[in-house]
């Protein structure tokens, strides 16, 4: 099941439960002792910069694949920290990630040594708004990769909150890669806890299976794989890179949106859930794929009308990032989360444009 560490930072006392939480997440992705201790070492880092710079905020930990799928290492999983604040913001970005800038009273770390230890860091801040941060560790790859082709010019990320800091999020979302096809897919198991977990996490099981074939017949097979769970609602969203292809289909109240150039474009889904009442007949859109296409796919618990930003479209942040801030900016205490909420987003890797 899609176990999540949600800490709230807003004392010292909570820094130790962080870096706890990413030892455990390491554990759960098969690090060995030396990058547990750097996915340690970079959790507790950003988390004591939340208290020292934005006067706290939010550190979700968990287990994800990587942003870009490279043939033959489908497999491997990283142990993400995203962390999440209201603060001032960086006035001055890149300074901020040069040498010698440190928290005071830190490890001394500083967020330039974070990026150097982390495979994957991005952050996004703005004065005045707040900063999140996204840092992937993962364990050196088994073996070459394949030749690169299509398919490692798109990349995936995204963040998942589980209600009320439960352990396991009802929400969880995967994606696979068969040559030229990478297809992505939000699942929400009905309901939240222990019983939409395994929903969830039985659709997750069956996609792997499931790389090679269209949206709708993946949601035909997942179908048969939630038979006897209490079904979830499940979009799924599938790139054919080398022919420039976006096709997509969902049951359920999975929101989809894709971003064509600075416009949005709503994809819709069926009624029904999969597992126990999927339609009968199920549609498929398509639209092109290009360089300048972000796709935003979200459950229920981020509020149906919330509005993209500039962010929201960008080609070049980690699409961690963009899923991290369009769940901040979207929820307020005059709105709060009142279910598990997954935010993924796929998009094209930086520099593809000729």
Same mark, same amino acid.
């Given at each position: 099941?899609?176990?999540?560490?949600?800490?709230?930072?807003?004392?010292?006392?909570?820094?130790?439960?962080?870096?706890?939480?990413?030892?455990?997440?390491?554990?759960?992705?098969?690090?060995?002792?030396?990058?547990?201790?750097?996915?340690?070492?970079?959790?507790?880092?950003?988390?004591?910069?939340?208290?020292?710079?934005?006067?706290?905020?939010? $550190?979700?930990?968990?287990?994800?694949?990587?942003?870009?799928?490279?043939? #033959?290492?489908?497999?491997?999983?990283?142990?993400?920290?995203?962390?999440?604040?209201?603060?001032?913001?960086?006035?001055?970005?890149?300074?901020?990630?040069?040498?010698?800038?440190?928290?005071?009273?830190?490890?001394?770390?500083?967020? *330039?040594?974070?990026?150097?230890?982390?495979?994957?860091?991005?952050?996004?801040?703005?004065?005045?708004?707040?900063?999140?941060?996204?840092? /992937?560790?993962?364990?050196?790859?088994?073996?070459?990769?394949?030749?690169? *082709?299509?398919?490692?010019? $798109?990349?995936?990320?995204?963040?998942?909150?589980?209600? #009320?800091?439960?352990?396991?999020?009802?929400?969880?979302?995967?994606?696979?890669?068969? *040559?030229?096809?990478?297809?992505?897919?939000?699942?929400?198991?009905?309901?939240?806890?222990?019983?939409?977990?395994?929903?969830?996490?039985?659709?997750?099981?069956?996609?792997?299976?499931?790389?090679?074939?269209?949206?709708?017949?993946?949601? /035909?097979?997942?179908?048969?794989?939630?038979?006897?769970?209490?079904?979830?609602?499940?979009?799924?969203?599938?790139?054919?890179?080398?022919?420039?292809?976006?096709?997509?289909?969902?049951? *359920?109240?999975?929101?989809?949106?894709?971003?064509?150039?600075?416009?949005?474009?709503?994809?819709?889904?069926?009624?029904?859930?999969?597992?126990?009442?999927?339609?009968?007949?199920? /549609?498929?859109?398509?639209?092109?794929?290009?360089?300048?296409?972000?796709?935003?796919?979200?459950?229920?618990?981020?509020?149906?009308?919330?509005?993209?930003?500039?962010?929201?479209?960008?080609?070049?942040?980690?699409?961690?990032?963009?899923?991290?801030?369009?769940?901040?900016?979207?929820?307020?205490?005059?709105?709060?989360?009142?279910?598990?909420?997954?935010?993924?987003?796929?998009?094209?890797?930086?520099?593809? /444009?000729?």
């Amino acid at each position: 099941m899609p176990r999540v560490w949600d800490v709230p930072v807003h004392d010292s006392t909570r820094v130790r439960d962080v870096r706890v939480a990413a030892e455990q997440a390491a554990a759960l992705a098969g690090l060995d002792e030396r990058r547990t201790a750097t996915a340690a070492l970079v959790a507790t880092e950003l988390a004591t910069n939340l208290l020292k710079h934005a006067g706290g905020g939010r $550190v979700l930990i968990d287990v994800v694949a990587p942003p870009v799928l490279a043939g #033959g290492r489908d497999g491997a999983r990283l142990v993400q920290v995203t962390t999440v604040d209201h603060g001032p913001g960086i006035a001055d970005v890149p300074a901020a990630l040069g040498d010698g800038f440190t928290t005071a009273h830190s490890l001394g770390a500083g967020l *330039g040594t974070c990026a150097r230890l982390s495979d994957h860091f991005d952050l996004h801040s703005v004065p005045g708004r707040g900063t999140v941060v996204a840092a /992937r560790i993962g364990a050196v790859p088994d073996g070459p990769a394949t030749e690169p *082709g299509p398919a490692d010019r $798109v990349r995936a990320g995204g963040v998942n909150l589980p209600f #009320g800091g439960a352990q396991y999020s009802g929400d969880a979302w995967a994606w696979v890669r068969a *040559g030229d096809l990478v297809t992505l897919m939000l699942a929400d198991g009905l309901g939240h806890g222990p019983e939409a977990a395994r929903a969830s996490t039985a659709a997750v099981d069956a996609l792997r299976d499931a790389a090679h074939v269209t949206p709708a017949d993946a949601l /035909r097979r997942l179908d048969r794989a939630l038979t006897g769970t209490r079904g979830a609602a499940v979009a799924v969203a599938q790139v054919d890179a080398r022919a420039g292809v976006l096709r997509f289909a969902g049951v *359920g109240n999975i929101g989809a949106r894709l971003c064509e150039g600075g416009t949005w474009r709503h994809l819709l889904s069926r009624p029904g859930i999969i597992g126990t009442h999927r339609p009968t007949t199920l /549609r498929e859109e398509t639209a092109d794929w290009a360089d300048d296409r972000v796709l935003v796919l979200h459950s229920d618990g981020l509020p149906s009308r919330w509005t993209p930003t500039a962010q929201t479209c960008s080609t070049t942040a980690d699409p961690a990032v963009t899923a991290a801030v369009t769940l901040r900016d979207a929820s307020s205490p005059a709105r709060p989360v009142r279910d598990d909420t997954a935010v993924v987003v796929l998009a094209p890797v930086p520099g593809n /444009r000729p």
